[in-house]
């Protein structure tokens, strides 16, 4: 799944940085500013909801739009990743260049705000 | 073939499902209004369930995915699961016009080019009663944004969504059916086609007619009267095929008047009568984008806020009303506010501020001349420029355009009360009734619509007619003063007027100026069929084309306006070489000169200005009837209210007994209707300075002068109409 993800991302031209984990993601968010956030919600020792509340919480990161990727679209989902201030959500399986336009949009969106 | 099929089935989808949207807005207008019936809201629900069936057969993913959206939400509606109230109704507005545009890229490109606006697609679901059970978006932002578009959705998608379309895309086609079998579409290219042949039809028709009057035989009399009739027919069904009624227009009125309000903070009220009148469908196309302007205009300079509403005593809602009515061969469209009207110094304020016109001039101008000054082009009287209006594009282009298609317009506005725009339009442009006049031995067709009447002088008058200001002819008509265009002049014809022949005015109207063309002699009125000029005439502005009349000769049809404007009556900005007009407006349409009518009423002394006057008639008391309004008489084809001068005034009418039989009427023209003034007795017509004003405080009377050393009270004849007519609908 992530090696499919960065494949795509580096093939629509945007440089990629991978985290096995939530953790992972959390240390390198802490040092690195990015673009764009691209986090699964399931993931072991953080998942996505919690990493996306504590990139929030502050940080150098704090304003990053957060991607998250989601088996469902239920209500559920959706209250969670808003109340931790998720920016949008993509339901798995996508096709790849889906999801490039999804990046796409939401990445032209935060800047027009 | 194939391509082909799905080509046409597009274009079905689209004019279908953009008729369908405009009756979906009339369901969100009625709810708007605070209610609706069943069938709306079940004819509401039928135009998003087709749209979805539709674009889901032919492959069109996102107007499918959209519209499946709204139709949840509708079908909840339907089945009574959620009430559509207040901020919904802004959704589903949103939602219609989504749909519309995404219908109109199909249109224009053949595809959609833009993508599903999730925000909406997202609100449309947060007003979903169980958004779970209905959910469908494989990607969203977490609070709804405004206008987002979603990537195109790859054809092979989430099975759900496949699966519930199939079958309600089999159940759409018995619905769109039902219409279908008692209506057809017909391309506009086919349609003008036969309209083309039937011109010629025409043509051909009325020289078989001229021809076989040469022969005496019966039989080819009564073929040929058969011909002739079948062909009138056919003439009129073609045109009425073409026709459309007015409403195809008016119908995305209430919608736009909605939104300026909601815009605006104001409250407005739009009232239709007439809808049913139809237009040929060009001349539909044509006033299409002035009409819009104008009701525009009404909301946004017409129409006060509630609060200044109230002050001024009106209800805090305010009224636009548009009506459409046939009158002479023409159709008249009126839109009416009940808003602040036009104020005229602020006109005359900023014309002068833009350099439109100098202070100088502004000094001189009449009501009506200020009241035209929106007209001009780049004029604006909004403060600031607003997305809807105040850009100063937008009067002028509405003028150029309604005549353009031998319309024009009219109009009438009173400070604090409201201000009404009346637009003549002409039924149809392909066939129009037309004088025939010669001139340097050719025939010439002038359109009936920018003609007034026709004057002939002969006899000794002829020497005295025509006078010259600054070598400019002029004639004087009733007392105003008509400059003169010399057809064989203009169009250099060439031959000069024998000296005492009669001469013929042909008094016609460009851009209300009014000027009288001199033809070598006046023949007859007929329909004339328009045809277009040939590519290297065409560049010509005195023409407006050609046709071709029953004895198979060419007559050229002249542009009224191109006329005018070669001969300079008109003045163009640029162009300030204007030979007359200056001259005849100052001479009697300023404050200080004026032509008046002397009538005396009950021994009094009043002047009526001719400006005013339509005719002066006598009317036997025995054709005086009386009406609900007040006492009538039949003229012209109209009921003509009768104003008695001397009860209006309140003057003393003890002599009532004595007044003579027949009546002495003067009759007034305000708006299209007539109105009869009765007077004692018509003393004599001036054309005089006014000095020694008095003001005067009596309704009616405009002011006090002393004329041929009499009193004489000037006549306010536009508020002596309003004010009987007042008080008769108040007795009535």
Redesign the interface.
């Given at each position: 799944m992530r090696k499919m993800i960065s494949v795509t991302l580096r093939g629509a031209g945007y440089d990629v940085m991978e985290a096995s984990d939530g953790m992972e993601a959390a240390a390198i968010l802490k040092t690195t500013v990015v673009d764009l956030i691209v986090s699964d919600i399931n993931m072991p020792r953080m998942n996505g909801i919690d990493l996306t509340r504590q990139v929030r919480s502050g940080g150098i990161n704090k304003s990053t739009p957060i991607l998250l990727l989601t088996t469902e679209s239920s209500p559920e989902m959706k209250n969670q990743g808003r109340e931790a201030g998720a920016t949008a959500w993509i339901v798995k399986p996508f096709q790849p260049d889906q999801l490039a336009g999804v990046v796409g949009q939401v990445l032209s969106r935060t800047k027009r705000l | 073939m194939k391509q082909d099929l799905q080509t046409q089935l597009v274009r079905e989808l689209v004019i279908e499902s953009l008729e369908g949207l405009d009756s979906f807005d009339s369901f969100l207008l009625a709810v708007e209004k605070g209610g609706y019936s069943d069938e709306l809201l079940n004819n509401a629900f039928r135009v998003i369930h087709t749209i979805k069936g539709s674009s889901g057969c032919l492959g069109l993913a996102s107007i499918e995915h959209l519209a499946h959206a709204g139709e949840n939400l509708m079908a909840q509606v339907r089945d009574g699961k959620t009430s559509v109230s207040g901020e919904l109704t802004s959704v589903l507005f949103r939602y219609s016009d989504a749909l519309r545009a995404m219908l109109r890229e199909l249109e224009e490109f053949g595809e959609v080019r833009s993508h599903s606006d999730q925000g909406l697609i997202e609100s449309l679901q947060a007003a979903q009663v169980n958004?779970?059970a209905l959910?469908d978006?494989?990607?969203?932002?977490?609070?709804p944004?405004e206008v987002?578009?979603?990537?195109?959705v790859?054809q092979d998608e989430?099975p759900i969504r496949t699966e519930a379309v199939t079958p309600q895309a089999k159940e759409s086609s018995p619905a769109s059916k039902a219409a279908s079998e008692s209506v057809i579409r017909v391309d506009i290219g086919q349609i003008d086609k036969v309209m083309n042949l039937v011109g010629e039809l025409v043509l051909a028709r009325n020289q078989i007619v001229q021809f076989s009057n040469q022969y005496s035989d019966p039989a080819l009399g009564n073929a040929v009267q058969r011909v002739n009739l079948i062909t009138t027919e056919l003439q009129e069904n073609v045109m009425k095929t073409r026709m459309q009624p007015i409403e195809s227009v008016w119908s995305k009125f209430p919608r736009i008047v909605r939104d300026l309000c909601h815009e605006l903070g104001k409250d407005a009220l739009l009232q239709m009568e007439g809808q049913e009148v139809e237009l040929d469908r060009t001349i539909i196309e044509a006033i299409k984008d002035p009409l819009t302007h104008i009701v525009r205009n009404a909301v946004d300079h017409g129409i006060e806020s509630a609060e200044k509403r109230a002050l001024s005593g009106k209800p805090a809602q305010g009224t636009i009303r548009l009506r459409a009515y046939h009158e002479g061969g023409q159709v008249n469209i009126e839109i009416s506010d009940d808003g602040k009207g036009i104020d005229p110094d602020r006109l005359l304020r900023k014309a002068v501020q833009r350099g439109l016109i100098s202070p100088e001039q502004s000094q001189r101008m009449s009501e009506r001349e200020i009241k035209n000054l929106i007209f001009l082009p780049g004029f604006s009287t909004a403060d600031a420029v607003t997305n809807v209006s105040g850009r100063g594009v937008g009067m002028d282009v509405v003028k150029t355009n309604i005549e353009k298609i031998g319309g024009s317009v009219e109009i009438q506005s009173q400070r604090g009360l409201g201000t009404v725009f009346r637009l003549k339009i002409p039924l149809t442009l392909a066939i129009i009734p037309a004088l025939l006049v010669t001139s340097g031995g050719d025939r010439y067709a002038i359109p009936q619509a920018s003609l007034l009447e026709l004057v002939r002088i002969e006899g000794d008058q002829v020497a005295q007619a025509v006078e010259f200001i600054h070598s400019t002819p002029v004639f004087r008509l009733r007392g105003k003063l008509l400059p003169l265009v010399d057809l064989n002049q203009e169009l250099e014809l060439g031959g000069e007027r024998e000296p005492g022949a009669p001469i013929f005015l042909v008094v016609l109207q460009a851009e209300g100026k009014h000027f009288g063309l001199m033809v070598d002699a006046v023949n007859d009125t007929e329909e004339i069929v328009v045809k277009p000029l040939g590519r290297e005439l065409s560049g010509l502005p005195v023409y407006a084309g050609a046709t071709i009349m029953g004895d198979g000769h060419v007559a050229l049809i002249l542009d009224v306006l191109g006329i005018a404007r070669r001969a300079g009556i008109l003045t163009d900005n640029e162009h300030s070489d204007s030979r007359v007009t200056k001259e005849s407006t100052t001479a009697d349409e300023t404050a200080e000169t004026a032509s008046l009518l002397l009538v005396e009423v009950e021994r009094m002394r009043f002047a009526i200005p001719l400006s005013n006057i339509a005719r002066l008639e006598e009317i036997p008391a025995k054709h005086v009837e009386n009406t609900p309004e007040g006492r009538a008489v039949r003229y012209r084809g109209q009921i003509m209210p009768l104003i008695g001068v001397a009860s209006a005034l309140g003057l003393d009418t003890n002599l009532r007994d004595n007044r003579p039989d027949p009546f002495q009427v003067v009759v007034c023209r305000e708006g299209d209707r007539n109105f009869g003034l009765v007077i004692d007795t018509i003393e004599d017509i001036v054309h005089t300075e006014l000095h020694a004003r008095t003001e005067s405080g009596q309704p009616g009377i405009e002011a006090n002068y002393i004329l041929q050393d009499r009193v004489t009270s000037l006549m306010d004849v536009e508020q002596l109409i309003r004010q009987t007519r007042t008080t008769a609908r108040k007795a009535a």
């Open positions: - | 958004a779970d959910e978006s494989a990607f969203g932002f977490f609070e944004v987002l578009p979603v990537p195109r790859p989430p």
